[in-house]
């Protein structure tokens, strides 16, 4: 997969989904099958990169003193 294709988190399941479909269910060769398997695991990469940018983006609510404070979840020290 290019890396110009710009796919979003949903975009890029359904193609694993299809790899993974593929890969248990044709005959495929041993060359077609590695292939498949090296771009799942960059797809499988692109995700977990696409959750961890997910995760830094959201706010967590803190409760000081009773009041109510919105901070950006950082997960960099």
Do not use: P
């Not at 269910?25 to 990169?49: P, R, T, W």
């Amino acid at each position: 997969m290019s890396k110009k294709e710009e796919l979003n988190f949903e975009e890029l399941m359904i193609k694993l989904e299809d790899i993974t479909n593929r890969l248990e269910n044709e005959k495929l060769s041993l060359d077609e099958s590695v292939k498949l398997f090296e771009e799942g695991m960059e797809i499988s990469k692109e995700c977990n990169n696409k959750l961890e940018d997910a995760e830094k983006k959201i706010t967590i609510l803190i409760n000081e003193n009773n009041e109510i404070k919105e901070e950006d979840f950082n997960t960099e020290v």
